[in-house]
């Protein structure tokens, strides 16, 4: 049985087997699921279907098979793909390999899902990316069940623009210092980023730094200690263009 039509992305792919590919999905209905696009180096079968498996390219795909590892029966464009370079190619790779490491199978997140496009979009047309990182980050914790509560401490008490707090990934704001003191954070910062949440904008350079750090340790902790790939590709990559 197969799948209807639906949008998809993707999010990566590698060889299976002598001459397949195993893709990795975002669909609109479906989530995150992989599939087998089959003789896919073969010209007469499967190559012509390979040839659109490319990330940040708008696909309309149908897949079948009983397992969770399904096949691939039907894809077309859906648009214009987005030939992104540079820093822009390693934003969309590291949202590519969050949704890949996190998100878990056959879970619909239309939201997550619209977000994503609308992430590329402005990734392959804007020279400011940072806050596009982090408010997908922010949306796919809230999709995984995490919520960052800007506006209380981990005692449930309200945030006092006053106090500074140390952000603890397990626990929330904590008042005072703990553990990495460069993790400080100012009341009167923590409500900048709630109005930044809420209502969009920007913010100024040391509130998106404190914004990345408090991030960063958000989503290692999902990650449960693993590096993701990407972070160590784009070191290698500026260190050759230094």
Not at 44 to 72: C, I, N
Not at 125 to 135: A, G, I, M
Not at 166 to 173: I, K, M, Q, T
Request: charged letters at 20%; glycine letters at 10%.
């Amino acid at each position: 049985m197969t799948s209807a039509l639906q949008p998809a992305w993707v999010l990566g792919r590698q060889s299976y087997r002598d001459s397949s590919y195993l893709v990795h999905f975002l669909t609109a209905s479906d989530g995150r699921l992989s599939a087998i696009v089959k003789g896919a180096h073969r010209k007469q079968r499967g190559g012509m279907m390979a040839a659109l498996m490319q990330p940040f390219h708008p696909l309309l795909v149908t897949y079948g098979g009983s397992s969770e590892l399904k096949y691939v029966a039907a894809a077309e464009s859906a648009g214009v793909g987005r030939a992104l370079v540079g820093e822009k190619l390693f934003s969309g790779l590291y949202l590519n390999e969050l949704l890949t490491r996190l998100l878990p199978k056959f879970d619909p997140v239309p939201t997550l899902f619209a977000a994503y496009g609308d992430a590329i979009e402005v990734i392959s047309t804007s020279s400011d990316l940072e806050l596009t990182l982090r408010r997908f980050e922010l949306l796919l914790l809230e999709e995984l069940g995490y919520q960052i509560q800007w506006h209380i401490d981990f005692e449930g008490q309200p945030i006092k623009r006053s106090v500074d707090y140390s952000y603890l990934p397990e626990r929330g704001f904590v008042a005072g210092s703990v553990g990495d003191t460069s993790l400080s954070v100012s009341g009167l910062e923590l409500q900048h980023l709630l109005d930044w949440q809420r209502s969009g904008g920007t913010i100024d350079e040391l509130c998106q730094s404190k914004l990345k750090r408090i991030m960063r340790l958000a989503i290692d902790q999902r990650l449960g200690g693993r590096p993701l790939k990407v972070r160590e590709a784009v070191s290698e990559w500026r260190q050759l263009s230094d």
